[in-house]
């Protein structure tokens, strides 16, 4: 019988050693590399150079640093982003904990129902739970006395908003550490008479660790570098990303923008760093002999975890019920009938339907151009033998964007495109850079999903065509793509989703031709017209709902014609 090595050595047409099958999808991959090189990795450049720069241009060192380091308002919000992060990333890792042993590890009812809502934040942009803040315990909030004196302007209401919206993000890594287990370690700990409590400690947390430190890193690294919450309603408090607004935005200072961009940056490669680095230690947690895990009848701690999933599901639905209650009062607090005269978006300063219509535009080019480049260019890594170097590069290059706060690399894009001598200039200002931004920001999570789903197809499918000299390009269409077919359909939802609500990556980049909706609830919220705000807000939240839906109809009809494969 051919084995495999003999199936990638039949004769084709050659082009000294490679085929031109081979050449055409290695020029493809060049053009993968060189696209993300100008996309990522020169604007980044672009930006450290900035900031050893003055406004002459000119090489000073690092002076912009040092001068940073000694403007005391500056330098103190550098504390003040650590102790928010710290103390938001404690909370998040901890109720998400708690929540995803109540799905996976509890008898509790209604566990469908309580996924469901607890990841609707994922849904909103970051700015609604700081705008619904200002409506529950602002200066005229219904619920302000519940703060005792407290004001929801700084801390208190940044780490509110904070882990209302990374709570989704934590809940998913944390059901998958918790979704696997092995029977046989709970009917040893049981047999030897382990409490309950010892066995929590000496099996289930261990079996967690792993997953625990991600969503941690996770957490820290999206706090840190957040903009939206602490711009709404952080008041004085100053913290690192809205720093960098002010320089750039309010002083025109772009060289000082640069140097804070550079310390926000910091943190966040080192807990990727990090992150990558436990990935690389963490060890199996199932072995083919491993038995199903039931979760035994536990009814004091069923009670307790459905109080806790019940109190976390309220929360959030208050919050986003907050947003939808003040988009629709007349005029808070003075006129509390329910009308559409906040969703006139045309009267109000900052925002406008156009910027609706251009958001979900600019969300569906990403969506469709994001998932047909990330997916055949993650094919070509996966699947194309040879061209060892440059599928490490595309990799690389890939991965780099998941280390990039998103305030970051907007202002990376500014530096870059808006160059005179740029042959690119021409796109700045336009919905193309949005785009390329967008999608670029969100590249890494896209990239390793594909990569992940490629890699369970056996390399077989590609050695049995090049014996049949069929082009690797129809294995592509008539293989990969159908039995991926739900991985891309998740790919082109995340993007469209993260399009819509993103708004630290394309606040500097928007023109008054492209203003977006994420951008018009910023712009709305420093006019005063908070009430509009949170109705584009709602309108966001509402549009990816659909966007859900569809992406779910679309998976009941292309997965029924495309995975009647994987069914008996």
Known sequence: MT???TLTTTKRPWLGRRSLDEWSLGGVLIIGVLGLFICVVLPLYTLLSKSVQNSDGQFVGLANFAQFVSTPSLFNSVSNSLSIALISTTIVTSLSFLAAYAISRTRIPLKNTFRTLLVLPILAPSLLPAISLVYLFGNQGILKELLMGESIYGPIGIIIGSCFWTFPHALMIMLTALANTDARLYESAEALGASPMRTFFTVTLPAAKYGIISVAFVIFTLVITDFGVPKVIGGQFNVLATDIYKQVIGQQNFEMGAAVSIILLLPAILTFATDRWLQRRQSALLTSKAVPWTPPARPLVDKVFLGLMCFISAFIVSIIAMAVYASLVTFWPYNLSLSLKNYNFDLMDGGGWAAYWNSIQMASYTAIIGTIFIFFQSYLVAKMAGFAVLKWLFHLFAILPLAVPGLVLGLAYIFFFNAPDNPLNGIYGTMTILVVCTISHFYTVCHLTATTALKQIDAEFEAVSASLKVPQILTFWRVSLPVCMPAVLDIASYLFVNAMTTVSALVFLYSYNTNLASVAVLNMDEAGDIAPAAAMAVMIMLTC????????????????????????
């Not at 859900?548 to 069914?567: A, C, D, E, F, M």
């Open 3 to 5: 084995n495999k090595a």
């Open 545 to 568: 709902m659909v966007a859900r839906l569809i992406h779910w109809l679309l998976g009941s009809v292309l997965l029924k014609h495309t995975q009647h494969w994987r069914q008996r």
